[in-house]
């Protein structure tokens, strides 16, 4: 190792190039510092390169796969189109890449310095920077930890090999499983079952028969039931008894719910597993910085942490490991640091699931109502009844609002349907807002157009949905 014998100074630093890590830098350089990104890996992280867009690759080629009646009935296509693993992971790889070239064009256009290398904190104000046989010491004035998390495998999987999968595995298969197990009630689980099973795959998921899922308790029955319809078997399990892996695929004992003993022989199995922040070699304990007791990083409302020059954001951080808080939180970081006020808040982030129909949930659930003891009043329309789903073939599904009885204003809405994800954002800012049912009433919706089921279901707060079954007085009391 060749150790550079001059200290060079920088402004900001930035150690990890994934969603938060990028973000960080470009608003630090629109905001007039002078950044360095230090990268060990591939630019834009796990979500880019592993996660979030190699899954919702295949999530979209799934989603097309299913249209395939629809689209038949609209003359297109023969009925015998073939499915091809090589190519879609072909087009994978183009994505990828071609997304990875553009954040790092992204950087060069902002003058940001992009340095290869494993980093590793020297004091409160110095890193070192690994890359082969050099070795580049770094002295800064504020520095951001945003190093992302890593997948770790679940302590009752003993053994592992080629047939039991993470979530950054699992897209990587050069087939579809005959049959998949899929393992966990997590959004990224329910994204696989989905996923592979609309692509041929047989697929059983077992989730724990103590948890739940992470959604409104309609939108967990509705999904249930699609997952029905389309074969897809569900577990509830207890606990293992045994896990065998062989060249030949898995076997899976696990005890039910009622404290039986079932087996479940598959091709493959796939497990959420747990993902652990990823801070450890970069020795920030020899300097004091606090951990929260659950082991991340401790920050406060700026992304501060407890050495005034340094900064964590994203997985390392405390709350859901998704790439939106990294992005918000990697932003307000850098705002902070130039002197800003802003603000984290993620009271309003919404559980995103793309599903086959996509999901939706922001804000309160029924379920929390109930619990709270609050006074609420609940509407859902169904999207058998809007125009545009009829069209396009997407009918399963619908909108579910609850409102505040007392003030009228929502409270919580939930989608199951075509159209979820893009409508997300308008849901939490109608929730950021405070909006009241007029506020969500008034306004003028394309026709015809999914987004009108958000409207009829909140004119079904007062029985008004023009395309609802009319319903019943009792039906409208809040609960």
């Known amino acids: 190792m060749v150790v550079g014998e001059i200290t060079q100074e920088r402004n900001l630093i930035i150690i990890g190039g994934g969603p938060g890590g990028y973000s960080a830098a470009i608003r630090g350089a629109q905001l007039g510092l002078s950044v360095t990104l230090i990268e060990q890996a591939e630019m834009g992280g796990v979500c880019l390169n592993k996660g979030c867009i190699p899954s919702k690759i295949f999530t979209h080629a799934a989603a097309k796969r299913s249209e395939t009646v629809h689209v038949q009935n609209l003359g297109i296509g023969s009925g015998d189109d073939k499915f091809t693993v090589s190519k879609l992971l072909s087009y994978k790889k183009q994505v990828i890449d071609g997304l990875r070239t553009g954040v790092e064009a992204l950087c060069k256009q902002n003058k940001i310095e992009v340095i290869r290398g494993k980093a590793s904190f020297l004091g ?78 047989k697929v059983s998921i077992l989730t724990n028969h103590k948890a739940s899922l992470p959604f409104d308790e309609s939108i967990t029955k509705e999904l249930n039931r699609l997952f029905k319809r389309r074969k897809i078997k569900m577990y509830k399990a207890s606990g293992f008894t045994s896990i065998i892996e062989t060249d030949e695929g898995v076997t899976l004992t ?91 808040d993620l009271t ?61 204003i929502v409270e919580g809405i939930h989608m199951i349907g075509e159209g ?18 007029e506020d969500i009433k008034f306004p003028l919706y394309a026709h015809p157009g999914f987004n009108e089921g958000l409207l009829e279901a909140v004119e079904g707060l007062i029985g008004q949905a023009i395309h609802a079954v009319p319903v019943k007085k009792k039906d409208l009391l809040p609960i």
């Open 124 to 201: 409160v104000d110095r890193i070192g920077v690994e890359n082969g046989h050099q070795f580049d010491i770094f002295e800064f004035k504020q520095a951001i930890i945003a190093t992302g998390s890593y997948s770790v495998m679940p302590s009752y999987v003993t053994e592992k090999g080629k047939r039991i999968l993470l979530s950054d595995e699992i897209f990587e298969l050069e087939e579809i499983p005959q049959h998949l197990i899929v393992k966990g009630q997590d959004t990224i689980a329910l994204e696989v079952a989905s996923s592979f099973a609309a692509l041929g795959a």
């Open 348 to 408: 309003f982030l919404p559980i995103v699931a793309h599903t086959i129909p996509p999901i939706v949930s922001v804000g309160l659930t029924e379920q929390n109502a109930r619990v709270l003891g609050l006074d609420v009043r609940i509407s859902q329309f169904n999207l058998g009844g809007n125009g545009y789903a009829t069209i396009t073939g997407k009918k399963d599904g619908f909108i579910k609002v609850l409102s505040n009885s007392t003030n009228e």
């Open 420 to 437: 979820a994800i893009e409508m997300s954002a308008s849901f939490v800012q109608l929730l950021e807002m405070a909006a009241k049912e």
């Open 254 to 344: 696990f005890l039910t719910d009622k404290n039986l003993e079932e087996t479940i022989q598959a091709s493959h199995l796939f497990v959420s597993g747990t993902r652990k922040p990823n801070f450890e070699s970069l020795g920030i304990s020899r300097f004091g910085i606090e951990q929260t007791d659950a082991g991340f990083v401790d920050v406060d409302k700026n992304m501060q942490t407890s050495i005034p020059s340094i900064y964590a954001i994203g997985d390392v951080t405390e709350g859901p490991m998704l790439a939106v808080k990294a992005i918000k939180q990697g932003k307000v970081a850098v705002e902070s640091i130039v002197g800003e006020n802003p603000e984290v």
